[in-house]
C-alpha cells in the first residue's frame, strides 16, 4: 500500500492526512475481495524499515493502526474475515499490540478470507529469523543438514500456514518489492499500478484481477506443456 504520502502533498496536506484517507481504500479492497472469494489478503501495512522515518509518522501510523483495528472489527465479522498478523509484533507499541491480538482471538472463529497484515515485517528479518531457527535445530541434533529443503525453510518462516500469493499488487508506480515476501514471491505475478494508495478502490482491484486473469503462470515450463497439464 503506496503513496499514501504523495496523494496528501497532491492535496496540499501533511503525509499524515493521506494515512487517514488510506483507511477507506483499505475498507474497499478487503471486501472487495471477500465478496469474490479471495482466500488470502496479505497488507503490507508497515515494513521494518518504516521505524526510521520521523517519530510524529512512526506514532501517527500506530494511532491509526490502534483506532481502525479496533473500529474495523466489525467489518471482520461482517464479512466473515479472520485477521493474521505476520511480523516483528513483539516491537509494537504495547497498546497496538493488545488491540491486534483481541481482534485476531475475536476474529479467530470466522470461516472466510483471512486477511494478513504485515506490520514491523520485512522479509530479510524474517529469512534471518528462520535461518537462526533451523540452525538451532542442527545444532541440537533435531535435524541433520541433508534435511533442510524448501519445505524446512518456509515451514520457518511467518506464513508457514498460508500459500504463496498468486499476485501481489503495489500501487504508486514504484518498481521494486520493498522487502516483501521475497521467498513466497518467487513465481507470484506482479501487478503495478501507478495509481496512490488512498485512491486505490474496488475498481481498481478488479482490473488487477482481470489482468491477472490474462497471466499465463508457467512456473519454469512452456507454454505448452502447461496447456497439456
Ligand atoms: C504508505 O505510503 C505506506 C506506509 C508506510 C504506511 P507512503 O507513506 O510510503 O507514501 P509515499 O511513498 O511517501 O507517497
Ligand atoms: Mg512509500
Known sequence: MDGNGRWA?????????????????????TEGCAEIGVGFLTLYAFSTENWNRPKEEVDALMELLVQTISKEIKTLM???????????????????HDELNLA?????????????????YSSRWE?????????????????????????????????????????????SGEMRISNFLLWQ???????????????FSREELYKAILDFQKRERRFGMTSEQVKIN
Request: net charge negative; hydrophobic share 35%.
Open 127 to 171: 529469512i534471518t529469523k528462520a535461518v537462526k531457527e533451523i540452525a538451532e535445530l542442527v545444532k541440537g541434533g533435531k535435524i541433520s543438514t541433508e534435511e533442510i529443503n524448501e519445505q524446512v525453510i518456509s515451514n520457518h518462516l511467518c506464513t508457514k500456514e498460508f500459500p504463496d500469493p498468486e499476485l501481489m499488487i503495489r500501487t
Open 104 to 120: 485476531i482471538a475475536t476474529t479467530s472463529s470466522n470461516t472466510g478470507m483471512e486477511l494478513i497484515l504485515a506490520l514491523s
Open 78 to 96: 461482517d464479512n466473515n474475515i479472520s485477521l493474521k498478523a505476520i511480523g516483528d509484533l513483539e516491537s509494537l507499541p504495547r497498546k497496538c
Open 9 to 29: 502533498r497532491q492535496q496540499g496536506e501533511q503525509r499524515v492526512f493521506g494515512h487517514h484517507h488510506g483507511v477507506r481504500a483499505v475498507r474497499d479492497t
Open 185 to 199: 514471491l518467487a513465481y507470484t505475478e506482479l501487478y503495478i499500478t501507478p495509481v496512490l494508495w488512498p485512491d
